[in-house]
């Protein structure tokens, strides 16, 4: 702050009307749309009593709740520990990280209920929420979060807050497109979540470009303490990622299934990061970084294909090439992308999750192609592809092309919302720092 | 340690023989009473087979174990990581704060178990326990966890256990008189934990008012890494606090309900907090402090009310109205209870418990009020408030009123608990530090 | 390193060819395997749908699934942060600690669910493998981290990875002869999981014996905030606990008693691990090396008999007795141990896993040779110690004299494979450190 000023190339960082008023009307809009729309679900309704007579439950126990509240509990801590601790890895910038990564977050479940209830769950005028609307509304605002990871600690949070509200609305258009129009299968997001969030957070941070970042190259590593804070980040992503990847699948061997491909994938993955990280290296040694991020990547090489029948041993695969995939960018993209694209990714999303993203939408596509009665039984096969209605005569090949080419509607979507968004946050309006305060917690916060 | 040798105004902090004797003592009593009197309830005794049939079940899944077990761990976690790592903010207090939330923590849930088991799971001379009653004992010993806030770095072990002991008595007899004799609804405890064990660590830190304690000021503030740990806590708290107000609501809807509900008051209240905190500070800054525990009032203010029909927009302005008043409390209230009231809050749990404790009560009194057969259903309002047996003719009106008096005798109950409690904790026995060694591990660890 | 080359005495620590080899080799035996092998369990088939008919099931929360998910989540968190972040309390190997706990873990899983498989879930050829398998392979992979806690700092990842392989294959063969062939309980693995890692790993190092460790004493000690990161191990593991003592329990009353009973006894170990604490110390402090191990040895020594009707005052006993040996342990056994025995045990894992291990064993030993039909019922007396079919004849004490036979059995393969495998680990080509780099990161890791 005060070399700013001796410099005189002072960026105007002060928070003090801006951020109250952006936070505080944002938060009244919420509750005047909340007011108008958002009523609890039949399962969460006090006249549940009698729906439940009518929808022949033998017991509570089939409420919704049951079947999906501990997977959602996994999935917000995720969103809130995962990422949060996961961006701790820089020496200055730990409160930013994780605070901002709440204050986000926090905004965009509110924003997310309301533009995916509209899609999803809008009935008579009213949506209808339950646990499931909480699970999704994560999922909306975990792609915020990897957005978040490119240009992690070179914006103000109102600028965060412009990100989040754009980046809401779009991923529940795209989602929208994926599930409702194309009628893609992507319980875990591999393209809505993954594919979408990173491509759109690297075109952000492209459009962002900052010249003169090498100012603050000191602060941009890490120190002890702050990797072991951010292996807390990676080892809560690394475990309930079962979870993420089940939470939203259908009910009984879908979720089931979910859990063990993504368990399986995470497992082979750790392996070969762990493999190339040290391979990469002249000395041989282990690089922190690697195994704070590419170990993750096998939950997002799954993630639309883990409630199918991908199998133990197609997991074990995928998990394996995506950690080898994922630790190489980290050595050789990463820095490609930053001197001849003008890339400037701090977390290295495109390695943890674009590209991973990219695997999880074909390896979905490959194996839905491949679906066959024999492998998932007759009902098995309608219900887990849902070939109904007017599905009913879709074939696995067709299913194949569809979710290809919802691959192709996630990027164009990220490529044309993220260069939208970033010229919006490119206004000299929301109080960013200057390069050489960039991933200094000191601007934003009181230390 | 030394210092006080040096000038010889030493209080004698020596555990050596005090501390084992009133741990093996207490845990002896424990074995003792636990052995006349505590059995496996039903649900969790072998001959559940037999039972199971007598009570119709069709599966093993309607075993209470699988509607809250999910549900108490994560309260479990909020109780000693949360509570735990939230007050390790202070630079030199990790220990303490961290182990000695442990130890009182550790002995509650066991003095806990008996308190309210003789209370409301007495049969045939036997307390007859099952999951409900951990999650139970668990939230008796949140109480104490909040009392222990207000005197943080201040009180020896010995103290902080002949504080839990006298408390966890004095919330059972608090909660027996609420929930059962004025038939009160508290699911989330906004009252019983919140409002009662806040103004009892209140009273208590008032009685043991050190007029010296500006000697150890420069061991009352955090460091980065300190502030860092803190965040753990924070994070658990507010992520588990929907499992916490929706842990021990009834099956079904209303569990279902109490986790949205408390969802979006979460969400809602950590944007006004994040405003009021940049707002209140002349230079625009965010405040740790107010990110790590304003953010939570929100969990607080909808314990009463999260299981009933609040709604979610209703949760979001009850969250947003407690994001505020926790926030200007922590820059406006504090100094004044200190400077005038001579109540030294140490993690201010004035700001983050008490005021949202008492919005809670009334939040949830006004709610009751204002229930009707057409919002609940016929069989939901009798459900949701138990109007069965005696109570068949309460009214919403009446309920409202008795909600109103629970606050009152949760606050007679703390104020008069916590002068006695304090009075004993004063006696010279107990090996408290001076003044100039608060906030200071060395005095009751190795470091 | 650079004072390696100095002395002359170096060991060769590079890493670049070997450990890529051991991890893409392995890593890709465990795909070959897995898919000639490994297959989902009917209740993580699409075929579910036809299943499900057959087997009668009113609803898919019926499903396998829902009755141990949660608690499988508990269980990994257990192995992957519990005791990664317990080991970080060393000032200088935190990454070590997580990084190759992280490591060894991911492999293990995957060996461990052939392993697992082909003794417990073959069928036609085919390993069927469900939610349960997930838990029973990090149970395995347990005791490999409970073996890693004794030679901390000591080893190259390779020789980790290979200790994990025999490990792995040895606890099968042994849980295998106990549960099968001798039909004994040993529901949280008291015996196959702790009885068994500790004594494995306490023979291993044994072997590794190396005289002038004292050369890296300076990095053998904790500083402040290393403690704290493994206070978050030790409160994960603690709370937890009940989830790994229940999670392969009979649905039902065995799993809810099993949490009831572990909650139980790790309460009362936390106050007797403070006592003596506090007691064997001259200047009457508490330890955090006591604190952050002990109070978990309740856990274990409740492992065999949480499911059993161990009652809840029977729980306090054991976990009181648990804490006070652990304790004494630690103080007196494990510098004992060092000097006379040569057995260099850096987490103290023969207090922590070792002696309450055997408590455990025995504590189970007594409890089923107690059972009768009173106290069980006649159903459950039959169900809790599964007495059918050719084990229609078993009496308790016959039952209680197996479960012996399963102490010393697992006894002595923990020795005989211990000694074997240190034997193996001792070759000079796994690249492990000389003893002044010991307890130090660098030797691995980009620091």
Chains 1, 2, 3 share one sequence.
């Not at 109250?20 to 006249?47: K, N, Q, S, T, Y």
């Not at 412009?162 to 591999?190: C, P, R, W």
């Not at 309930?240 to 089931?256: C, K, T």
């Amino acid at each position: 702050m005060e070399r700013q000023r001796h410099q005189g190339m002072a960026k105007n960082t002060y928070m003090r009307w801006r951020l109250p008023l952006v936070c505080l009307l944002w938060e009244l809009a919420m509750i005047i749309l909340f007011g108008v729309f958002v009523r609890f679900g039949a399962e969460a309704d006090a006249h549940w009593e009698e729906e439940k007579r009518e929808m022949n439950l033998t017991s509570d126990m089939e409420n919704d709740f049951y079947f999906r509240y501990p997977s959602f509990q996994d999935v917000h801590v995720m969103i809130f520990v995962g990422f949060g601790f996961l961006m701790t890895f820089l020496k200055r910038y730990g409160f930013g990280a994780v605070g901002f990564n709440f204050l986000l977050a926090a905004f965009g479940i509110q924003w997310a209920l309301l533009m995916q209830g509209w899609f999803h769950s809008f009935k008579n005028g009213k949506i209808l929420i339950g646990v499931e609307n909480l699970i999704n509304a994560d999922f909306c605002v975990g792609s915020v979060c990897i957005a978040f990871g490119a240009i992690l600690g070179k914006t103000s949070p109102i600028q965060l807050l412009v990100m989040t509200l754009f980046q809401v609305t779009l991923f529940s258009v795209n989602e929208y497109i994926l599930l409702n129009l194309l009628h893609v299968k992507d319980a875990g997001g591999s393209m809505t979540i993954h594919t979408f969030g990173a491509y759109f957070g690297l075109t952000v941070t492209r459009v962002l470009y900052r010249p003169n970042l090498e100012q603050s190259k000191d602060k941009q590593g890490s120190v002890y303490h702050s990797d072991l804070f951010a292996m807390i980040g990676t080892l809560y992503l690394w475990m309930y990622w079962p979870s993420f990847n089940s939470a939203i699948s259908d009910h009984g061997d879908a979720q089931h299934r979910s859990a063990i491909n993504t368990y399986c994938s995470l497992a082979a993955c750790v392996l070969t990061t762990m493999a190339f990280s040290s391979m990469l290296q002249k000395k041989g040694k282990l690089d922190m970084v690697h195994i704070q991020n590419a170990t993750l990547a096998g939950g997002v090489a799954v993630g639309t294909s883990a409630e199918m029948m991908l199998t133990p041993y197609g997991s074990l695969i995928v998990g394996s090439v995506s950690g080898v995939v994922s630790t190489v960018g980290y050595v050789y993209f990463t820095p490609f992308l930053e001197s001849r694209l003008h890339i400037q990714d701090t977390c290295g999303i495109h390695n943890l999750h674009a590209m991973p993203g990219l695997i999880g939408g074909i390896v979905g596509a490959i194996t839905a192609a491949a679906a066959t009665e024999d492998v998932y039984g007759k009902e098995g096969f309608v219900k887990a592809f849902d070939f109904t209605g007017v599905y009913q005569t879709r074939t696995p090949s067709i299913q194949g092309g569809f979710q290809a080419a919802g691959i192709v509607v996630s990027l164009l979507m990220a490529f044309a919302g993220g260069a939208i968004v970033g010229g919006i946050l490119k206004l000299p309006i929301w109080g960013d720092a200057s390069a050489e305060n960039c991933f200094e917690d000191g601007v934003y916060w009181e230390v």
